[in-house]
């Protein structure tokens, strides 16, 4: 049985929309973990770039990320970009359509990669993405793969578009996450795919609360890391 209570690390992966960043989130909070949303720090990124008018392809680009400084608060529901609050920002159409495109460059990977094993040492952590079951964490104590079909996870876009008050149809979310999802398991480094030892669960028909009580079934049982 594995001790929760001591060090645990959790690591979830899958397409946007999957559910991973709402079930990880509740884990946390259930277990008292650290909660580490990593898309969220490849969007901070991407923001940065669209502010300096750089592109994927602008040389200037690696060196201001790795000059820049990306900071969680209140267990990562705050992110702040070199002190600014941009919880908000990273999650707009421009962002969403323009964040595979710098994911994908080694340099800035690597950057991130080792800001993030940095925030896992600490050991107590839940961290979610598309490569922390394979590259980040790859000895994390449970692994979890969250998929569902495309027109459900852009469905969930959209309410949470709607909130933000976004005016976009469902047809162009399909588009933009289908889009993207290409792009990140398409890529040539750590593109996403589901680690041989990660649990997969399809959320299609789930409701987040069932997902959560599956995920902490396995971790209480201690189960992670079979199929
Ligand atoms: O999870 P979220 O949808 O916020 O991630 C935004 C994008 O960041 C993904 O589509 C992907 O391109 C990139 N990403 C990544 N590796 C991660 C997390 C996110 O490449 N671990």
């Known amino acids: 049985m594995k001790k929760v209570g001591s060090q645990v690390t959790i690591a979830i992966d899958g397409p946007a929309g ?5 079930v990880a989130r509740r884990v946390a909070e259930k277990l008292g973990l650290l909660y580490l949303d990593s898309g ?16 994927a392809d602008s040389p200037e680009l690696i060196e201001r990320v790795k000059a820049c400084r990306i900071e969680f608060a209140d267990n990562g529901r705050t992110i702040l ?23 994908k ?12 094993q940095r925030i896992g040492a600490e050991g107590r952590i839940i961290a979610e993405g598309r490569d922390l079951t394979t590259i980040v964490f790859p000895h994390a104590d449970f692994k979890f793969y969250l998929d569902a079909s495309v ?4 469905k969930r876009r959209l309410a ?15 588009a933009e996450i289908s889009a993207r ?11 996403l795919r589901a ?11 789930k409701t987040i609360d069932a997902v959560v009580d599956f995920i902490l079934m396995h971790i209480c049982e201690g189960e992670g890391g079979s199929r």
Do not use: C, F, W
């Not at 999957?18 to 709402?22: A, D």
């Open 160 to 174: 949470d578009l709607e909130k933000q008050n976004v005016d976009i149809t469902l047809a162009a979310v399909e």
């Open 105 to 116: 460059i080694p340099e800035i990977r690597h950057e991130i990669v080792k800001h993030q």
């Open 18 to 22: 999957s559910g991973k960043s709402t």
């Open 195 to 205: 680690a041989e030892d990660a649990i997969i669960v399809d959320t299609t028909d």
């Open 81 to 103: 970009l070199n002190t600014e609050d941009v919880s908000v920002d990273i999650r707009t159409p421009p962002v969403n359509r323009r964040v595979a495109d710098i994911a």
């Open 40 to 55: 969220a720090m490849y969007r901070a990124v991407t923001l940065l770039a669209i502010q300096d008018g750089l592109t």
């Open 181 to 191: 999802d290409e792009k990140d398991k398409t890529r040539a480094h750590s593109p």
């Open 151 to 154: 027109t459900e996870r852009a």
